[in-house]
C-alpha cells in the first residue's frame, strides 16, 4: 500500500486535496487517477480535484492542478492563493511576495497576513489572451470572440471568450438565480469549437464594479468558485462596457467574494481568501 500526506484547502469553496512534492514521492503516471479517487465523496476524501505543490527551476515553487475527471488544467486562481498561503506558512518561500510557476507560465504571488496566518492572497494573473487561436477555438484564428453569436442546443447566445492562461467562455444572463448552468453547461463545455474544452460562466452585472457568477468548470461540472473564471468575467465585462478598466470589481461567487482589476497596463489583479480545511494521509494502491 502507497501513501501521501495531504492538506485539504478551499479558496471560496473551491476545494482542492494538496501534496507537498517537495516532501512526498508520488508516480506522474498516477496523478490523474489520484485526482479521481481523492475526489470521490463516497470512497475519497471529496474535492473538486487535485493540486501539486511542486520544485521549481525558475520560481521558488510550481503548481500543477488536475480537475476531478483527472484532466489537467494549466491554471487556477483559487488553487495559486492556496499555494501560496501553503508555501508562505511552510516556509518553502520566505517573503511576502514571490512568483509561482503554473503551466501556462509564471504569476506573482502577495500575502497579507493576520496574526501570523495568510488570511487574503493577491495574485498577478498576468494578461488575458483574447484570439481565437489563443483561447483555443475555431473560427478566424486572429479575431476576438467579444458579444459574438453562437449556437449551442439549437439557440442562439451572444458570447465572450477569454483565455487567462485556461479557456472560459462567458454568458451574460439577466438573473444568476436561473442561470442554465447545470444544463448548458457541459453542453458548451465539450463543444467540439472548442478542441481543449472550455470553463463556461454564466455573469448578471449588478453595477459598475459588481458581477454575479456561476460557473460550469472544465472537467469539474459546478464549483462554488472559479478564480481564473472571475478573472475571466471581468475582462469580458470591460470588454463588452459593462465594467471599466483600472477599476477593482467585486465578483460575487457562489462560495463568497473576490476583488478583481484588469489594470490599465493590462495585467489582471486577483484578491480573495485561502483557507486550510484538513490534513492527513491518503492510501492507494495501485500497480
Ligand atoms: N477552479 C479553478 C480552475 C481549475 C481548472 C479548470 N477547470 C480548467 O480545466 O481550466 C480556478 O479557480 O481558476
Same mark, same amino acid.
Given at each position: 500500500? $502507497?501513501?501521501?500526506?495531504?492538506?485539504?484547502?478551499? +479558496? /471560496?469553496?473551491?476545494?482542492?486535496?494538496?501534496?507537498?512534492?517537495? $516532501?512526498?514521492?508520488?508516480?506522474?503516471?498516477?496523478?490523474?487517477?489520484?485526482?479521481?479517487?481523492?475526489?470521490?465523496?463516497?470512497?475519497? %476524501?471529496?474535492?473538486?480535484?487535485?493540486?501539486?505543490?511542486? *520544485?521549481?527551476?525558475?520560481? *521558488?515553487?510550481?503548481?500543477?492542478?488536475?480537475?476531478?475527471?483527472?484532466?489537467?488544467?494549466?491554471? #487556477?486562481? @483559487?488553487? /495559486?492563493?492556496?499555494?501560496?498561503?501553503?508555501?508562505?506558512?511552510?516556509?518553502?518561500?520566505?517573503?511576502? !511576495?514571490?512568483?509561482?510557476?503554473?503551466?501556462?507560465?509564471?504569476?506573482?504571488?502577495?500575502?497579507?497576513?493576520? @496574526?501570523?496566518?495568510?488570511?487574503?492572497?493577491?495574485?498577478?494573473?498576468?494578461?488575458?489572451?483574447?484570439?481565437? $487561436?489563443? %483561447? *483555443?477555438?475555431?473560427? @478566424?484564428?486572429?479575431? =476576438?470572440?467579444?458579444?459574438?453569436?453562437?449556437?449551442?442546443?439549437?439557440? !442562439?447566445?451572444?458570447?465572450?471568450?477569454?483565455?487567462?492562461?485556461?479557456?472560459?467562455?462567458?454568458? =451574460?444572463?439577466?438573473?444568476?438565480?436561473?442561470?442554465?448552468?447545470?444544463?448548458? +453547461?457541459?453542453?458548451?463545455?465539450?463543444?467540439?469549437?472548442?478542441?481543449?474544452?472550455?470553463?463556461?460562466?454564466?455573469?448578471?452585472?449588478?453595477?459598475?464594479?459588481? /458581477?454575479?457568477?456561476?460557473?460550469? !468548470?472544465? &472537467?469539474? &461540472?459546478?464549483?462554488?468558485? #472559479?478564480?481564473?473564471?472571475?478573472?475571466?468575467?471581468?475582462?469580458?465585462?470591460?470588454?463588452?462596457?459593462?465594467?471599466?478598466?483600472?477599476?477593482?470589481?467585486?465578483?460575487?461567487?457562489? &462560495?463568497?467574494?473576490?476583488?478583481?482589476?484588469?489594470?490599465?497596463?493590462? @495585467?489582471?489583479?486577483?484578491?480573495?481568501?485561502?483557507?486550510?480545511? #484538513?490534513? &492527513?494521509?491518503?492510501?492507494?494502491?495501485?500497480?
Amino acid at each position: 500500500m $502507497k501513501s501521501f500526506q495531504f492538506t485539504k484547502m478551499h +479558496g /471560496l469553496g473551491n476545494n482542492y486535496i494538496y501534496v507537498n512534492m517537495f $516532501k512526498e514521492n508520488i508516480d506522474e503516471k498516477d496523478f490523474s487517477q489520484i485526482a479521481i479517487d481523492v475526489a470521490n465523496v463516497h470512497t475519497g %476524501i471529496g474535492s473538486d480535484g487535485l493540486i501539486l505543490i511542486c *520544485p521549481s527551476d525558475v520560481a *521558488p515553487v510550481k503548481m500543477r492542478i488536475f480537475n476531478n475527471d483527472g484532466s489537467e488544467g494549466k491554471n #487556477c486562481g @483559487n488553487g /495559486l492563493r492556496c499555494v501560496a498561503k501553503y508555501a508562505y506558512e511552510h516556509k518553502i518561500v520566505d517573503r511576502i !511576495e514571490f512568483p509561482i510557476e503554473t503551466l501556462s507560465g509564471i504569476v506573482h504571488a502577495k500575502i497579507c497576513e493576520e @496574526n501570523d496566518k495568510v488570511k487574503q492572497v493577491t495574485v498577478d494573473m498576468g494578461i488575458p489572451a483574447l484570439t481565437k $487561436k489563443e %483561447i *483555443p477555438m475555431s473560427g @478566424n484564428h486572429e479575431s =476576438y470572440t467579444i458579444n459574438e453569436i453562437m449556437t449551442f442546443d439549437s439557440k !442562439e447566445y451572444a458570447v465572450t471568450a477569454v483565455s487567462m492562461g485556461n479557456p472560459h467562455l462567458i454568458f =451574460y444572463v439577466d438573473s444568476i438565480k436561473n442561470a442554465p448552468v447545470t444544463t448548458l +453547461g457541459p453542453i458548451v463545455e465539450k463543444d467540439e469549437r472548442f478542441p481543449e474544452s472550455v470553463n463556461v460562466e454564466f455573469v448578471e452585472v449588478a453595477g459598475e464594479d459588481e /458581477l454575479h457568477f456561476r460557473v460550469w !468548470e472544465r &472537467g469539474s &461540472g459546478v464549483t462554488q468558485a #472559479c478564480g481564473t473564471g472571475a478573472c475571466a468575467a471581468v475582462v469580458a465585462s470591460v470588454l463588452n462596457e459593462y465594467t471599466k478598466k483600472g477599476r477593482d470589481t467585486i465578483v460575487h461567487l457562489a &462560495g463568497g467574494d473576490l476583488v478583481i482589476n484588469w489594470t490599465e497596463e493590462g @495585467n489582471v489583479l486577483m484578491t480573495g481568501p485561502a483557507e486550510v480545511i #484538513c490534513d &492527513g494521509t491518503y492510501y492507494y494502491d495501485y500497480q
